[in-house]
């Protein structure tokens, strides 16, 4: 059991990064990147354990690194233009943490949430950035213990990418719901398909970003935050998608992390068709509306509580549409991107998902035959080692 005594207050801030010293357009536009949370647990009780130091010394790459609670670990893709190669790399640093995990007696499992073990049991990770968060967000950060995957994809211009996240909401709700993979929290079904969005929009500036005219606009408002000490720099900006300035990228964050690493390579190169997409729009002059935040709301509500169950608003016809349709139709309009950056397998696998189900759906499926949480992990547990 972890203590509940408070962290240590931080009285020196790390050096903010300055936001005006972006990367956007300093290298080939559409690259992709992919990051995983991941979950260690203990090899027979398949709860949380705080092994995450244990394993970083066995390892040395720059690519595997702590996250806030030791029972967390990320492991980050290169950026690549093809997102197969992503796939490989991923590949090769689950199998490393995988290998080291095994000589621990741990198991690596990828869901986004633990079934069962309680958050704030969990012990946070006792570094720098993590004392300052732990110090500054008190119970919300010890109670968002839950598991994403974000997707980076390179853009040529700042005011580009702002604009492009404003045409990449519409599809959120969907993206979100195609991922969906925490349908458990505290031993219990939660009624929801991605109970880490629930979760995690606890946190402040969580959930759908504000509009951006241009990236003049928003540099200056994290300037005016920084300035009232409100907020350390850009990365403490925890939308479900947002501008990586250190990067260059637009970087979509509203994805459960996924057991089948296939599936993250899929929805990875989804994410990358759609924003060379946008991208390519933007290039020929289109700029794109404000996103309407109402109904976007609404529709990543129904995509955490139903994932591809749900029935979206659509707005444009009056109506409602059947996620599945709307999928189908999203993958029509990105046939032409996806083969131009190499993705066209993982739209043919997304395909597959849309048919077969989330992994929300099999967990939820396997509770409906009578298995147990720990039956449930197990098979987590497998699909992470695929």
């Known amino acids: 059991m972890a203590s509940t005594r408070e962290p240590p207050r931080v009285d020196t801030v790390r050096k903010a990064v300055p936001v005006r010293d972006h990367a956007f357009g ?33 390892l040395d790459d720059e690519h595997i690194k702590p996250e806030l609670m030791q029972c967390q670990i990320e492991v980050a893709s290169s950026p690549w233009k093809r997102v197969d ?23 690596v499992v990828a869901a986004g949430t633990h079934p069962f073990s309680p958050s704030e049991s969990q012990v946070f990770t006792a570094r720098d950035r993590y004392r300052e968060l732990m110090a500054e967000l008190r119970y919300p950060v010890r109670r968002e213990v839950c598991f994403g995957m974000h997707v980076h994809v390179a853009v040529g211009g700042a005011d580009k ?28 079904p939660t009624g929801l398909r991605s109970t880490r969005t629930i979760v995690f929009q606890s946190l402040p500036r969580s959930g759908l970003p504000p509009a951006f005219a241009g990236y003049e606009e928003y540099a200056r408002g994290v300037e005016i935050l920084q300035r009232a000490r409100a907020l350390q720099d850009h990365s403490h900006l925890w939308w479900d998608v947002r501008l990586h300035p250190r990067f260059g990228t637009v970087e979509l964050r509203c994805l459960d992390v996924q057991p089948r690493v296939r599936d993250t390579w899929a929805i990875a190169g989804l994410v990358q068709s759609l924003v060379r997409h946008y991208g390519r729009r933007y290039d020929r002059g ?58 066209t397998a993982a739209l043919e ?16 499926m396997q509770a409906r035959h009578g298995s147990s949480l720990h039956e449930i992990m197990l098979t987590l547990a497998a699909e992470t080692r695929e």
């Not at 190669?85 to 198991?107: F, G, P, S, Y």
């Not at 990105?334 to 950056?341: F, S, T, Y």
């Not at 849309?354 to 929300?360: K, L, N, Q, V």
């Open 286 to 343: 289109e700029r794109f509306p404000d996103a309407d935040r109402f109904v976007v709301a609404e529709n990543r509500w129904l995509a955490a509580r139903l994932g591809l169950n749900a029935s979206f608003v659509d707005a444009r016809n009056d109506g409602a549409i059947r996620a599945r349709a709307a999928l189908a139709e999203l993958l029509d309009r990105v046939e032409d991107d996806a083969a131009a950056v190499g993705a």
């Open 349 to 364: 696998r997304i395909a597959t998902i849309s048919r077969d189900g989330t992994s929300a759906d099999r967990q939820l």
């Open 161 to 188: 990418a702002t604009r492009i996240i404003e045409a990449l909401l519409v599809d959120l709700p969907l993206l979100l719901a195609l991922s969906t993979s925490s349908p458990f929290w505290r031993g219990e």
């Open 26 to 58: 300093r290298g080939p536009e559409y690259t992709v990147g992919i990051e995983e949370e991941l979950m260690l647990v203990d090899a027979r009780s398949l709860a949380l354990s705080p092994g995450v130091e244990r394993v970083l010394r066995a």
């Open 85 to 107: 190669d992503a796939l490989d790399d991923l590949r090769r640093l689950r199998a490393r943490v995988i290998h080291v995990a095994d000589l621990l007696e741990l198991r």
